[in-house]
């Protein structure tokens, strides 16, 4: 799950810090607001996340845990609220699995768990996962809008936090997804909650005053100093998302939005107990293929 922007503002010290030696190799210089295409979009962020995989890991993987299933900063966990069912005994493929944490507890908890990410810096880190707990899942670098498996050929599909933010089309990825699921499978995703995208991206006070319009789709997009795109992110409202699914043949069967947990001390990016208490971070949608 990204902590990166997500709204046309500057991140908080701590948040730029974190993400300054994949810009410094980027040549990241600013940001700008306009179109991108498949192509670049692909480009720029393999290119981000191969840059980031070594420090994201090093910032949150003690908070994902090797083999667990992580869907938000939140904390909810798969074991908790088993939104995929009983994945014993069934194919399940993650789209977008980071470092395949999720895949790995999938994979024990009885499920054939298959994971893919477009960075292979991120699948280098699923591989010394995979070491670690000798918890061997199959790792596959794809991009989700071409996913390289056979039709009707998995029983369920997640992503917490994986590659929808970074594609220009959710109708591509929704139709690949479908396409790849037999008839009745769920297909469960996590995203930051769309209304996050009206406030700067900013886990403190200044991140609870509203500062771009909910309903400007223009992509969030840091260039290099000839304007390449080093690192985009799309933003869909919770109604595109909804006409996304019925158009692509998923039935939606519940949306959450996790509460912030009382207790919960943990900063990520723009999340912070300050804003969780306030208005939700992130949205789970729990669909079926129709």
Not at 257 to 265: D, L, N, R, Y
Request: net charge negative; hydrophobic share 40%; aromatic share 10%.
């Amino acid at each position: 799950m990204s902590d990166h922007s997500a709204a046309p503002t500057a991140d908080t010290a701590d948040t730029a810090d974190r993400h300054a030696q994949a810009e410094l190799q980027l040549g990241t210089a600013g940001v700008a607001h306009r179109a991108v295409g498949g192509g670049e979009a692909a480009a720029a962020n393999l290119a981000w996340w191969d840059a980031d995989a070594d420090d994201y890991q090093a910032t949150h993987g003690e908070f994902l845990g090797d083999t667990d299933f992580v869907w938000c900063p939140e904390g909810v966990r798969e074991e908790d609220v088993r939104l995929l069912g009983d994945v014993r005994g069934r194919r399940v493929l993650e789209v977008g699995c980071g470092q395949a944490a999720c895949s790995r507890w999938l994979s024990s908890a009885g499920a054939e768990a298959v994971a893919t990410d477009l960075s292979g810096g991120m699948l280098r880190h699923a591989r010394e996962g995979n070491e670690r707990t000798g918890v061997a899942v199959p790792l596959v670098q794809a991009n989700a809008e071409y996913l390289p498996f056979a039709s009707g050929s998995f029983d369920a599909a997640c992503s917490a936090f994986g590659a929808l933010p970074f594609v220009p089309s959710l109708a591509t990825v929704f139709a690949e997804v479908h396409r790849l699921l037999r008839p009745g499978s769920p297909w469960v995703f996590s995203v930051t909650h769309p209304m996050r995208w009206i406030f700067p991206d900013d886990p403190g006070p200044l991140g609870l005053t509203v500062a771009q319009p909910y309903f400007d789709r223009t992509p969030y997009v840091e260039v290099d100093d000839d304007g390449e795109a080093t690192y985009v992110e799309y933003h869909r409202t919770l109604g595109d998302y909804v006409r996304a699914l019925a158009a692509g043949g998923f039935a939606l069967e519940d949306l959450l939005e996790p509460e912030w947990p009382e207790g919960h001390t943990r900063t990520w990016g723009q999340w912070s107990p300050l804003r969780g208490k306030l208005f939700p971070g992130t949205a789970i949608f729990r669909t079926r293929r129709s």
